[in-house]
Every structure is written in C-alpha cells, then in structure tokens.
C-alpha cells in the first residue's frame, strides 16, 4: 500500500469521511502528482508551488484553496505517523478569496435566548424546538420547512436532509434534542392528527421561509439589536462548533457543503476570536 493509499485508508476508517470527500481529496491529490510525474514523498514546496500556479485560472479560487487543505492534511498525516520526515505543504499558502464574513449571534445571545419563557403550549414549544434544531444542527432553513416525520430516526438519533440538489446526508442529533423533539412530536401528532410536516404552520399547513423567518425574529429581538436574517443560524452553528474545537471536515459534512473550502469561511470567525482572546494577556 502507497503513502496515498494509507492516508485514503485514515479519511475512509478512522476519520469516517463521506465518499464524496474522500474522492474530492484524492482529485486534488492526483492532480499534484500528475503534474509534477512524481511520488508523494518526492514531493517538493516548490512542486506544489509550481502545480497552484498551473491550476490558477483553470479552476476557482476556493477549488485550489481546498487542493491545498487536501495536500497539507495529507502531509501532515505521514509526517505525524513517521511516513516521511517532512512536510513540504507546512508553509504553503492557500489562495486568498474575496468573501465577506459570515454574520452570527454570539453563544451568550445563544444562551439567552433558549432562556426566553416559551410557553409549554404547541406553538410555543414549536418555535423553541425549531430554533433548537436550526442552532444544533446547522441545517438551511429551507431544509427545516421540507422536513417531515418520517425524516427523523429518534431511536438511532438521526435525521435525514434533503439538501441542495436534490442531494442526501444523515447527520445525529444529541440525546437532549432527542428527547426534545419526541416531546414536541407529541404536542404535534394532538394538535395535528394528519400533519406530516415537522413545523406546521398555526393552521397545520407546511412552514414557509417568512413564517420561520417571523419567529426567528420575535424571539432573537428579545436577546440581540443584530438583524435577523434566516442563514445566521447557519452561521452560528458553524462558528460556535468550529470554536469549540469541532474540525473543519466534520462541519463541512454537517452543512452539507460540497467542498470544505466553502466551510473555510468560518475558519476567519475563529482567527478573530483568537486575536481578541490576545487582549487577556498579561504582557499585552
């Protein structure tokens, strides 16, 4: 078994990535080794430097920033299993990408706000669920409205989405949402017998971008002056795991991004975070 082939091995066993990614990671992989006629531990930093050059302009920015999280994460696997002795990636630059970023709530808005007095009725353990869902799982709010109770698996705690594309992904649910959403299910199945729909509206019908919209904003007015908008919850999951320590990969997968470069816009988030954590230095 080659270098690539053991690293392949890493990402399908023991990191568990999807297919998907993984095939991305060796597209990327290959493409540096046909280019350069060389094997991985031939591999020089000029050789890569060489294959971003040859790939700029045939193929986009966030492509060739995910070849090179690809081509490091590689390296970084061998140089730690004492594969090889260097890592030629170690200090090569990712390009450089002209993207805004991302608005979210901060995790004492968060906190706030699953502290707000919901009533214990259908509606109002409705609201509070789906906000829950949409913090905990990161999910697209379109995603939300399309859900239906045959897409949850509460016994295995999982949740099958329908995502962009018409494409699949399961993604797990913690034992708390678990039991939150088999107590909401019940107040549902009272109020609506015949309600397929995870989040009915008022009158039973299936939910709707402004009526998710509308709650997100009567609750989040009550704990932030920020403008609500539907994707910050999106956000907010992405930032919040990915400064908990979650890695970039499994946030991606989670989003349903098909490409982790879409997912490094939060990796910004968490730089800023890190710099303003700067200021509680005593020497600073």
């Known amino acids: 078994m080659d270098l690539q082939e053991k690293f392949i091995e890493y990402l399908r066993y023991e990191k568990k990535y999807s297919e998907h990614t993984i095939r991305a990671y060796e597209s ?23 294959w971003q050059i040859n ?47 991302p608005e979210f709530f901060s995790e004492a808005e968060m906190k706030k706000l699953f502290e707000l007095p919901f009533s214990d009725d259908f509606r109002g353990t409705r609201d509070k669920t789906m906000l ?23 016994a295995s705690g999982e949740i099958q989405i329908m995502g962009k594309g018409s494409k699949e992904r399961l993604i797990p649910i913690s034992d708390a ?7 909401y299910i019940s107040l549902l199945q009272d109020e609506f017998k015949r309600c397929q729909c995870l989040f009915p509206t008022n009158k039973g019908k299936k939910g709707y971008q402004l009526f998710v919209q509308r709650i997100m904003q009567k ?11 539907p994707h910050m919850m999106r956000h907010t999951f992405a930032s919040h795991m990915l400064n908990g320590g979650a ?38």
């Open 247 to 284: 890695e970039l990969i499994a946030i991606s997968e989670f989003l349903g991004h098909e490409s982790v470069s879409t997912t490094q816009i939060y990796s910004h988030l968490d730089m800023r975070t890190k710099k303003a954590a700067l200021k509680h230095h005593p020497l600073d």
């Open 177 to 183: 949402l678990q039991d939150k959403l088999a107590r």
């Open 55 to 101: 790939e700029s302009g045939k193929v986009s920015d966030n492509s060739r920033k995910r070849g090179i999280y690809a081509i490091r994460s590689m390296y970084k696997f061998l140089v730690t299993n004492e594969l090889l002795e260097r890592n030629p990636a170690e200090y090569i630059e990712a390009p450089k990408t002209d993207s805004r970023n």
């Open 28 to 50: 990327d992989i290959d493409s540096l080794l046909e280019h350069s006629t060389l094997e991985v531990q031939q591999i020089t930093p000029s050789d890569i430097r060489d």
């Open 132 to 154: 829950e869902l949409l913090y905990f799982t990161g999910i697209r709010v379109s995603e939300l409205i399309d859900l239906k109770l045959s897409d949850l698996d509460l």
């Open 219 to 229: 609750y989040l007015s009550q704990v932030t002056t920020k403008n609500v908008y």
